[in-house]
């Protein structure tokens, strides 16, 4: 038998045969992902808020090649990512990524290059890749996210009907189909939108992945202040475990329960199938955790004490009891003072409820689809609600704001601007801040700049790049390249080394490990000043090639690790 197109049936019998998810362009994706940047990430503090004192960051340009710039120095360190990517609405923007220069479009984009570029694309059900655009952007930036969360950590993506089966699968194969936890309902609308043909959609889904199921412990989100006003009873225990209100004791159903008898307080005894087992009843009446309560016929109802600091609420998939899209919208109205300033936004509080069980008190958590920036605005609340310490990650690429817009009325010409400005809005009645970096080319110059064919030429060239830093290059934006490629955080202490008399070093030091290491820019060292600095094995130092003669950098490789720009 042969089958249409030629293939023979028993050929296809012996084939192999496996579960697969693919799409045309998913090769380029992963090739895309391998595909090492050539960029770097400049600190613009005029644009900041507390640059110095702050642990937060806003970082400006494509979000895949950010993401490659934060895996050294993020690898396992980021608590949880929520993300709101585009939702391939067919009018959506979407990212082209440019699979031969990926660090191209960006530069276009925001002016930093002579051609100006539009990444305001439509991506038409029409075209025969609509489902596979959108997928090769998605595949590489989730790929990179899972890298950058901790063990125990969790991944939220808000998506609609439209993508959210292929979302499943991409993330199936990311994450493992075993750290999948649960594909949240949210409820953004309270009846649906009218301006349907068929059902009016009230809700759009947010996939919960962990990066390892088996570091996850029992999850569960705090009470809220009207949830807390029930508890009222106090006893010895209130110092430390707070009020409590007390529940029957009962088992629902007498199969789920555990039969035994209970002695009152008068001496009578009540048989009943209950909640525990009676080891853990015993202990727990001895410990004054358990209440005797009189009806009004003298029998006894036995109950337990549930305290409040003790006390969570059981997590639904079901989300109709957070802030909805009516809510995200007047939270923008009260900042910016106006409508319409940003379309689509996410809500403050459904960010801060998925935060409230998924993070600590001193988490990273990361948003790389940023918008106007609700995920900041989530933390930054929650810092404030209970004194926590959670930092930020947020990126925006420079998105133009459409012509005639009300955004581009209030001044707004992207909407990185909009970020800024919320977060800086936020924050104007507290402490906290925000540093901001730029998405810009290296500071080194590469091999591919070196293309003369000709052999003098070719000779000109090298002669050009002796020093691997371009002309036009400031001292603060090569150090944080320098610190990014030696995996220390955006967040690092620079400050310059006391008592040199000719150069200047700096001190790089990581906020968590408090590990350092020395960088000297300068076009010469001196050696005087090389002793001074007392080098030791455990002391990294890096310094500029041109800077060093043969001697000089045989006694400091003698010294410590030595590393050359």
Request: net charge negative.
């Amino acid at each position: 038998m042969k089958l249409r197109g030629g293939v023979n049936g028993n050929d296809l019998d012996k084939a192999p045969e496996r579960y697969a998810f693919t799409w045309t362009g998913k090769r380029d994706a992963i090739r895309l992902l391998n595909m090492p940047t050539d960029a770097t990430l400049k600190p613009c503090r005029a644009e900041s808020l507390h640059f110095d004192d702050s642990h937060n960051l806003f970082i400006e340009g494509d979000n895949l090649e950010v993401l490659k710039l934060l895996y050294k120095p993020y690898f396992g360190r980021v608590k949880a990512v929520y993300i709101d990517p585009p939702y391939n609405t067919g009018n959506d923007f979407v990212y082209p990524d440019n699979y031969a220069r990926p660090l191209d479009t960006y530069l276009q984009l925001s002016g930093q290059t002579d051609a100006r570029g539009n990444l305001q694309t439509s991506n038409p059900e029409t075209s025969g890749r609509y489902h596979s655009a959108w997928l090769s952007m998605m595949y590489p930036r989730l790929f990179l996210a899972r890298q950058l969360l901790s063990d125990d950590g969790l991944i939220f993506v808000s998506i609609d009907a439209r993508e959210v089966h292929n979302l499943l699968f991409i993330m199936n194969e990311i994450f493992g189909e075993e750290n999948f936890m649960q594909q949240l309902v949210w409820q953004r609308h309270a009846g649906g939108r009218s301006d349907v043909k068929h059902f009016a959609t009230d809700h759009e889904y947010i996939l919960t992945y962990a990066k390892n199921l088996h570091s996850i412990g029992k999850l569960r989100r705090p009470l809220t202040e009207k949830e807390k006003a029930d508890y009222t009873e106090e006893d010895e225990h209130y110092a430390t475990l707070g009020p409590y209100k007390t529940r029957g004791f009962q088992a629902q159903r007498q199969h789920g329960g555990h039969l035994y008898e209970i002695e009152c307080p008068d001496g009578s005894i009540v048989s009943r199938h209950w909640r525990w087992q009676q080891s853990r009843f015993l202990q727990a009446k001895r410990e004054n955790k358990i209440a005797f309560k009189q009806n009004q016929n003298g029998t006894w109802r036995v109950e337990y004490k549930l305290y409040q600091n003790e006390a969570a609420r059981v997590l639904r998939s079901l989300l109709t009891d957070v802030e909805r899209n009516s809510h995200a919208r007047a939270q923008l109205r009260h900042i910016f003072k106006t409508d319409d300033v940003f379309d689509y936004p996410k809500p403050v509080g459904l960010i801060k409820h998925l935060l409230q069980f998924s993070t600590d008190s001193d988490s990273t958590v990361l948003d790389f689809f940023a918008g106007s920036c609700p995920t900041a605005q989530a933390v930054l609340k929650l810092n404030q609600e209970d004194g926590g310490n959670r930092q930020f990650i947020v990126v925006q690429l420079p998105e133009p704001t459409p012509e005639k817009s009300a955004a581009r009325k209030a001044g707004f010409a992207t909407v990185a601007e909009i970020g800024k400005e919320r977060i800086r809005r936020v924050c104007q009645n507290g402490n906290a801040g925000f540093r901001a970096f730029k998405l810009a080319e290296s500071h080194y110059h590469t091999e591919t700049e070196i293309l003369a064919e000709n052999p003098q030429a070719y000779i000109a060239q090298l002669e050009n790049t002796i020093d691997v830093l371009r002309d036009g290059w400031r001292v603060e934006d090569v150090l944080y390249e320098v610190l990014l490629k030696e995996g220390y955080p955006l967040t690092s202490t620079i400050e310059p080394a006391a008592g040199l008399s000719t150069n200047t070093v700096f001190r790089i030091t990581s906020p968590d490990s408090e590990q350092t290491f020395h960088v000297c820019l300068d076009a010469k060292l001196t050696e005087a000043d090389v002793e001074r600095l007392q080098l030791s094995k455990d002391s990294v130092f890096i310094c500029r090639d041109i800077a060093l003669n043969d001697t000089l950098a045989a006694n400091l490789a003698l010294q410590c690790p030595l590393k050359t720009i």
